[in-house]
């Protein structure tokens, strides 16, 4: 079998681009030691800018987007892969410049793949995905920080998308007292289904942008959107505490001050799930398949194939997707 299925975004004019599912051919595929046989990805923000022709994260068309991959090992030139290992993929240029995990097939150099934890099936590992890595990297970095759970409500902005749905649960999963920020008024059941203890209107984290501080509320807080409503949140850290910035969909410019720096002490800490080395990654995996595992992860997901995309890309640039999407792609 040379030919599988892919979605495949092409430019069908100048600054027009056309997604649809397509018939492609595993020699047409970049060079790399592993092919894999997709069997689950997911749907991320960063899939649908490069679906709708965004040059910041892919270069050239037509092209296959997709930054997570969940399957089997079909052929591999190196010894640390064998045919029939259920790997993982997300990250580096999957997806981006690489046909990515929106097809059957995808071929990768072995730098970029990691054996499936035995804690996690194929489709949780892609129900979590770069999203959950993403939050799980948000975390780990506050409690190096010293944040600890009873320090105080730790917030999660963006809380209804997918890295920050998953940043509630696993925050609470941990012991943590969570305060989720939404825009979306009807999401407050899930959010505290997912272990939120306190919904916080996306307005009141709007407001104030002029202020060079705000009042000290937040022990720590992972930051999903960026723009002002991330400086706002470092404005209102309490002394000595921190936020994980992973996100821009609110921008990636804010109006900023020394102030709660050198007055308060507090931290920005940035956090890039795509190349950081590989045994890194490793290490996040095993944790959220063990003594991270969600036991609510199914709560989080919902379930598409590869004809639904198209719709779903567009919902996600709308802002009106909950929760995460795992594509089945085999």
């Known amino acids: 079998m040379t030919s599988f299925k892919a979605l495949q975004t092409s430019e069908s004019g100048e600054g027009r681009f056309e997604t649809s599912v397509i018939e492609r051919d595993i020699n047409d595929l970049p060079s790399g030691e592993v092919l894999i046989r997709v069997s689950y990805s997911s749907l991320n923000y960063k899939d649908a800018l490069s679906a709708s022709g965004n040059r910041g994260v892919t270069r050239s068309f037509p092209h296959t987007p997709g930054i997570d991959a969940a ?27 690489t046909a990515g995990g929106f097809g059957q097939y995808i071929r990768v150099p072995a730098a970029w793949v990691i054996k499936r934890p035995a804690g996690l099936s194929l489709r949780e590992s892609m129900a979590l995905g770069t999203a959950g890595l993403t939050a799980a990297l948000c975390i780990d970095k506050l409690e190096q920080a010293g944040l ?59 407001a104030g942008t002029e202020k060079p501080m705000l009042k000290e509320q ?20 309490q002394r000595g505490a921190s936020v994980s910035c992973c996100g821009l969909t609110a921008g990636t410019a804010f109006q900023g ?20 080395p590989l045994v890194v990654k490793a290490s996040m995996w095993d944790k959220l398949s063990v003594q991270w595992k969600l036991p609510n992860l199914d709560e989080l997901v919902q379930e598409i194939c590869l004809d639904d995309l198209p719709i779903a890309i567009e919902r996600i640039l709308a802002g009106q997707q909950t929760g995460r999407l795992v594509v089945r792609v085999d």
């Open 148 to 206: 600890e759970p009873g320090d105080g409500q730790v917030l999660v902005t963006g809380a209804t998308g997918g890295v920050g749905s998953i940043a509630v649960a696993l925050l609470s999963r941990l012991g943590y007292n969570v305060a989720a920020v939404t825009g979306k008024a009807d999401q407050s059941e899930f959010l505290t289904q997912l272990g939120a203890k306190q919904i916080v209107e996306r307005s009141a984290l709007q």
């Open 218 to 237: 937040w022990a720590g807080a992972v930051d999903t959107v960026g723009g002002d409503i991330l400086f706002n949140v470092v404005k209102s850290l």
């Open 257 to 276: 001050s020394v102030l709660p720096f050198i007055l308060r002490g507090v931290n920005l800490l940035g956090v890039d799930s795509v190349e950081i």
């Open 71 to 97: 399957g089997t090992v079909a052929e591999s030139s190196v010894a640390e892969f064998t045919k029939g290992d259920e790997v993982i993929v997300t990250g580096y240029d999957l997806g981006m410049n």
